[in-house]
């Protein structure tokens, strides 16, 4: 049954709803929601009387996104930012007795007599691990390493710190490179991560783990500080990632034992409280883990019969810790994201966040498990830092990330479902204008979620790097943004809907959503568009070659043709999964998915947008789609961002990404020139 669904706010329980309340007086400009201020991770003190957090801002001077750390005292509610400078500080984490705060910075090092800030041979430094008290004063740097440090983790007993970095050059390569200039032999030459550990008090450093055929994903400390649970792979490239097993490293003899050793990828790795079970999270073997269940599993120390605590629970199961209570892991449920608690002796789960409707994400627990923090947002609140006692789910604010947008007139946003061509139930973000009025037609804008294991959820988030939406529904746009068969949050049945279905049954999702908007009544149905970026940008590509129901096409670092993303990409497992073989064994499944394969009929004018350093889709997908609407004498228009990857991220950049898209739909939509 066609629904349309309205979530009702969390924030309803929070001490400040008249900031939804204060009239809302202009449409913000781009630039003023890209210098938005956004929170990213949160972490409770030891004692649970501090929350540490990230605020990252907009520097449009050096044309970078820059996060620093904040801290909130939770019994006053006072903030007050504890980190600054030039680059961003992030990664913290408490010490065990809550005196002080480690983060990674790539800061100034100072030399011998020097204070710090001070500039060390001119040299930027590489990115190592400072300290600070949480009550404020000067950071100072632990470590001093050569290179990066990559990850870091406190010991039990705060005297230690074991952290990651990667292994310097050899010997052998150092002279290779000098007979013979610099080159790379493909899926050979790694780099791999090694294993340190340095002395609080001392400053003295050890290195545990370095071998050339071992890369250090992950690790955890034991309760008693001997051992290390780690995940280790034996390809540290992005592919590589199924190569990853669960290790035990012994401090005492040094040795290094494999646990667990399923095909697939087996990570992150925890203790339980009396050391003697690690739990993980796995696929258990299966060779589809791009769109499987994630399983929360747990097995001896000293080896023995893998266990899976979360077969009944249908969705990914991210542990994030295993305490006294039980293990603790997060979820996503439909378009929610919440934390639950499993009891690994009964297999019974609780949800924490005792509210369906709920969107939370970083959570941190105390010491005592009592209080808890986390992001939360809504439908018409972007996200603040709240706290809450755990056992009585009750949400309470630390910070006023509002008071940003209190003269913004914004649009509003709904949850509505539909049902698609095969009788599949889709659900989907509306986005309406705020004065809204259901007896006017409006234009329809798709925007799809890349993944296709993403998700769009019914959140107040103004602040977009690739489509000014809330430009557009000012200008009098509906958007819809649906949640495909692949989309996360909805089981494992329903992500496995594409698999050798990839754009075709996408399509159909998208277009029976434009069927079911046009039926209310308020869609001007010739005046439709699409764009997505990553899987969006290919779902938008094969629209682009396999209908004429839209008026224009934006493709964002979408995929045209299959074989040339498989042979380029790095990750070909993904093709592999989804389409269950090679080019060269099924080039049917490959013509049947691929955009390219249609070209002569594509008619839709389509804006092309593509990184120029993209490995994750490549930038010949963008150049190989551009030639054939060029051919087919389409409109289309190709932009390289120059310096980027498969994401823009740069606050300018993201300005001329919005602008193109502005000005491309404008144009073919509006009519405007």
């Not at 706010?9 to 400009?29: G, H």
């Not at 609080?200 to 370095?210: E, M, Q, V």
Request: hydrophobic share 35%.
């Amino acid at each position: 049954m066609k629904k349309i669904i309205v979530i009702v706010s969390i924030f309803l329980i929070f001490p400040y709803i008249c900031l939804s309340q204060q009239v809302q007086k202009r449409t913000p400009t781009i630039d003023e929601l890209l210098s938005l201020k956004s929170l990213g991770s949160t972490a409770i003190s030891p004692d649970g009387k501090y929350v540490a957090y990230s605020v990252r801002e907009t520097d449009w001077k050096h044309n970078r996104y820059i996060s620093q750390i904040w801290i909130a005292e939770i019994e006053t509610g006072e903030n007050f930012q504890l980190t600054r400078g030039k680059n961003s500080a992030g990664s913290f984490r408490w010490s065990p007795d809550g005196k002080w705060l480690a983060f990674l910075t790539q800061r100034d090092m100072p030399a011998e007599g020097t204070a710090p800030g001070e500039k060390k041979n001119g040299k930027i430094a590489s990115t190592q691990i400072w300290l600070i008290s949480p009550r404020g004063g000067e950071a100072f740097p632990l470590t001093k390493c050569e290179r990066s440090i990559i990850s870091f983790r406190w010991s039990p007993n705060g005297k230690k710190i074991a952290y990651t970095t990667s292994q310097p050059q050899s010997k052998k390569m150092k002279n290779r490179k000098e007979k013979y200039s610099d080159f790379k032999i493909v899926e050979k030459d790694y780099t791999m991560n090694e294993l340190w550990v340095i002395d609080i008090n001392t400053g003295k450093t050890k290195k545990l783990i370095s071998e050339k055929d071992k890369n250090i994903n992950q690790f955890s400390w034991s309760p008693d500080g001997s051992k290390f649970a780690l995940t280790i792979v034996t390809d540290p490239t992005p592919k590589g990632f199924e190569t990853a097993d669960i290790y035990i490293f012994n401090q005492v003899d040094s040795s290094l034992e494999k646990l667990v050793s399923y095909k697939g990828p087996d990570s992150s790795p925890v203790w339980s409280p009396d050391g003697y079970y690690i739990a993980f999270n796995s696929s258990m073997g299966r060779n589809d883990f791009y769109y499987c269940n994630t399983e929360i599993c747990i097995v001896r120390v000293d080896g023995g019969k893998v266990e899976k605590l979360t077969g009944d629970f249908d969705e990914n199961a991210y542990i994030m810790s295993w305490e006294e209570k039980g293990i603790y892991f997060t979820a996503l449920q439909r378009t929610y994201y919440h934390l639950f608690l499993l009891n690994p002796l009964t297999k019974k789960i609780k949800r924490i966040t005792e509210s369906y409707e709920f969107f939370g994400y970083s959570y941190s627990l105390s010491k005592d498990l009592n209080l808890m923090t986390f992001v939360s947002a809504d439908a018409e609140h972007i996200g603040e830092v709240c706290y809450s006692m755990v056992d009585n789910f009750q949400p309470h604010r630390l910070t006023d990330m509002n008071d940003q947008i209190k003269d913004f007139t914004l649009g509003k946003r709904e949850l509505i479902r539909w049902v698609s061509k095969d009788g599949t139930e889709i659900e989907g973000v509306l986005y309406k204008p705020a004065d809204f009025d259901p007896g006017k037609k409006y234009p329809l804008l798709v925007i799809i979620h890349g993944g296709p294991t993403g998700i769009n959820r019914a959140l107040l988030d103004p602040q977009q790097r690739y489509y000014p939406i809330e430009q557009w529904l000012a200008k009098g746009a509906v958007i819809l943004r649906p949640n495909y068969r692949g989309s996360a949050g909805y089981g494992e049945k329903f992500r496995s809907l594409n698999v050798r279905n990839l754009g075709v049954g996408d399509a159909w999702d998208v277009i029976s959503g434009v069927d079911y908007l046009i039926s209310l009544g308020f869609v001007d149905e010739s005046r439709v568009g699409a764009m997505g970026w990553s899987q969006g940008g290919y779902i938008s590509a094969f629209l682009a070659t396999n209908s004429n129901r839209f008026k224009a096409i934006s493709v964002g670092a979408g995929i045209s043709d299959w074989m040339t993303y498989y042979v380029n990409t790095d990750i070909t497992p993904f093709t592999i999964q989804y389409l269950k073989a090679n080019p060269w064994d099924d080039p049917e499944i490959y013509a049947k998915t691929s955009p390219i394969t249609n070209i002569k009929n594509a008619t839709t004018p389509t804006l092309i947008q593509h990184g120029e350093f993209d490995k994750r889709v490549p930038i010949p997908n963008g150049f190989e789609l551009y030639r054939g609407l060029k051919d087919q004498n389409v409109p289309v228009k190709m932009i390289v961002y120059k310096g980027f990857g498969h994401g823009i991220t740069k606050p300018k950049s993201n300005r001329a990404v919005l602008q193109h898209n502005w000005e491309w739909f404008n144009k073919w939509i509006w009519g405007e020139e």
